[in-house]
């Protein structure tokens, strides 16, 4: 299997784990400013999803949807 710069390193886990979370906080505060309509609720689900899924990933030690998304500029 070949592996990655970065997979299984506690630093990259820890830093993917803070990028999740920091996406689930981003989503839970667009909830709470938003006025309930449709677009902000699916962009707070997205965003949500992909912080549980960065978090998840962290500890499983796997790549992330964000990490493939690839380098954002």
């Known amino acids: 299997m070949k592996r990655n710069v970065g997979d299984g390193s506690s630093a ?5 784990a803070a990028f999740g979370l920091l ?3 981003l989503a839970v505060a667009v ?3 938003s006025d ?3 677009g902000p609720l699916m962009a707070a689900a997205v965003l ?3 912080g549980v899924d960065a ?5 499983r030690g796997k790549r992330s949807l ?3 998304i690839g380098p954002l500029p």
């Open 31 to 33: 909830v709470v400013v």
């Open 36 to 38: 309930r309509s449709i």
């Open 12 to 16: 990259g886990r820890l830093v993917t």
């Open 66 to 68: 964000l990490s493939r």
């Open 23 to 25: 996406f689930v906080a």
């Open 55 to 59: 978090m998840v990933s962290a500890c």
């Open 48 to 50: 949500g999803i992909l």
